[in-house]
């Protein structure tokens, strides 16, 4: 790793600045109250290239890695988009741009690539089932080769963006888990256009992040041509570990992103609010906890950009983004509570915004992965016998 200043994070740093500071907290507000999609924040991010940092430069993009989108994600978190700093970048800029990048056809790479990077294609991710839940090793969502097209059948929940989504990238089963010999064979991954026949979408109610829909889908004999397939058949597994990496490195941004956000404003508050003739700021029980909890999100940023690095080397970094977003959720929803106790009866009103920011970093508790089965992954690691 490198502690020397780059030119190029402090430029995207203060790029990320400039957005955040156009699309702050009110405008995320009238977003989440309107639940409505922040059109006008996505198409600022393309015209800052954030859509293509880890495109290559051959399809349009600026060719960066996982340090510059994790720095990405964080200052636009933490100077004033909350969630929406990692929300609208980790699915398509993140995950599916690294699943193409790496795994995908030369005609893939060439039909999806320039339009990631000009944030004109956005991607869902379809992971999660109903019954299989964290284990996806479980999915039951088939897809069986019949000609040269594969039908699938089945079901995803929790799928955000398919609501609007051009694409899904699907993980399937092309092979049932028990005719395998190994449990991770038999998954496969397929590039879905979301306009094919037989695909339903449905917006689920939820606590936060209603600035974009998170959903069901259902697939009934939806028609996919082979060509669709990313990867090889039935070895999709390690494609997709190669994806869900990005993805918890940028909840890690999102956990000390959201945790900043609101430690920067109840600072701000606890120097203008006074009581008993001094601000409030001057108690250190108001002060302690919220300057314990920003010590360790600036150790969580600092192990979130080892295990970008790890990423971008090619190594294992499986432990270091596991603790990286464990420990950086942890620290964020810690200073966001603290934040929202300085200050007091107005941390629950709207329009201080702190409350919104607690509903949205506490989906990190849940999202990618549990914190349970972080560390699950980190105490193996560490030696203990395996309990999943």
């Keep these: 790793m490198e502690f020397t200043p780059d030119p190029s994070h402090s430029l995207i740093e203060s790029t990320a ?32 290239d954030f859509h293509g940092l880890l495109v290559p430069e051959e399809y349009g993009g600026a060719d960066m890695g996982m340090p510059e989108m994790g720095l990405a994600m964080e200052t636009l978190c933490a100077e004033g988009c909350g969630m929406a700093g990692t929300w609208y970048l980790v699915l398509t800029a993140g995950m599916a741009a690294v699943g193409i990048t790496e795994h995908g056809s030369q005609s893939q ?3 999806f690539l320039p339009d990631i990077a000009d944030g004109e294609r956005n991607f869902s991710i379809g992971i999660t089932e109903p019954r299989a839940g964290t284990n996806t090793l479980n999915v039951e969502t088939s897809a069986e080769k019949d000609g ?4 699938i059948n089945g079901e995803k929940a929790w799928i955000t963006f398919s609501d609007r989504a051009d694409n899904m990238i699907l993980v399937t089963r092309t092979s049932p888990r028990d005719a395998v010999d190994r449990r991770t064979d038999g998954i496969s991954l397929f590039i879905l256009d979301m306009d094919s026949p037989g695909i339903e979408v449905s917006p689920i109610d939820k606590h936060a992040i209603n600035y974009s829909k998170s959903c069901e889908v259902f ?19 390690w494609p997709l570990v190669d994806m ?3 993805e918890r490195i ?16 109840a600072i701000e508050y606890a120097n203008d609010r006074e009581v008993f003739g001094q601000p409030i700021g001057t108690h250190q029980a108001v002060s302690f906890p919220v300057t314990k909890a920003y010590a360790r999100m600036e150790t969580a940023s600092l192990m979130r950009d080892k295990a970008a690095w790890l990423y971008e080397q090619g190594e294992d970094c499986g432990y270091e983004t596991n603790v990286a977003k464990a420990v950086a959720v942890e620290s964020g929803i810690e200073a966001t509570r603290h934040a929202m106790q300085a200050f007091g009866g107005w941390g629950y ?31 193996q690691e560490l030696g203990f016998p395996r309990s999943y």
Excluded: C
């Design 148 to 151: 040269d097209e594969y039908v």
């Design 219 to 237: 697939f009934e004999d939806v028609r996919v041509p082979e060509e669709n397939l990313l990867g090889e058949r039935g070895g999709g597994w």
């Design 244 to 246: 869900l990496n990005p």
């Design 349 to 379: 009103a709207t329009e201080y915004d702190v409350e919104r920011w607690w509903r949205e970093i506490n989906l990190t508790r849940l999202a990618p992965v549990t914190q349970q089965m972080a560390y699950n992954h980190i105490s």
């Design 250 to 265: 940028g909840f890690a941004a999102a956990g000390t992103g959201i945790g900043k956000l609101a430690a920067d404003h």
């Design 17 to 48: 600045s400039q957005i955040a500071e156009e699309y702050g907290p009110e405008y995320w507000r009238e977003r989440e109250e309107a639940e409505e999609f922040g059109e006008a924040f996505w198409d600022a991010l393309a015209a800052a």
């Design 109 to 111: 790479k060439e039909r």
